[in-house]
């Protein structure tokens, strides 16, 4: 596996479509796909949220609509700052009252452009010609089996497989000699910070463990 580190920039962030003209991570794109360099891995951070997405491009910079095309079987994890402010990134969401992965459920159908938005109105990445979060079942590599997720049935491959909002979630990464695991781990958000001035109140939070959110396996091709 090759990882690349690229502190506070998103390769592929929702909503963020690489083809700008000049931009240099077309080049690197490019490269990539084009002299079959697989198994790359970016990291990145600074969202205040968790979210797996694969690598896409436009060949054709100067043609921002023309069709995107994958770079192999590069992907990104996008996580962190761990501790920092996080929750619902959209404001065309109401996620009042949902526990937190129904929550998380409901921020990623909208912002897929699976589920119409609080004003009635499909306007996710699918309409807008994104990729939308998460990696397909046909990933190369993806070992299907291996994911997991807390809030998704076993068995499938979806999105919620793939994101977390509601969590300060980290991200381990574990390696043998053909294969990379990831798994995102996190604690609830502290919602209103004012709750853990009552000593018992925080106490209670500092003794939590932080939880598995979700895991998966990608073979190196």
Known sequence: MHLCRAEHRPVTAPGRRVVALGDALVTIAAVIDNNAIDNVVFLTTDNHYTVINNLLYNPVPDDPKSPLKRARNAFEILTGPLGAGAGNPLSTVDV???AIREADRKILDVWNGDAPNKDGKLQGLKQA????IGLESDFPGLDTASISATGTPPGQVVPMDFASFNT?????LTFDKTRLSVTAKGFPIVRDPATLQNADALKEYESRKAEEIFHFRVQAQ
């Open 129 to 132: 010609g994104l990729d939308p």
């Open 96 to 98: 009042q009252g949902l």
């Open 168 to 172: 300060y979630t980290y991200v381990v």
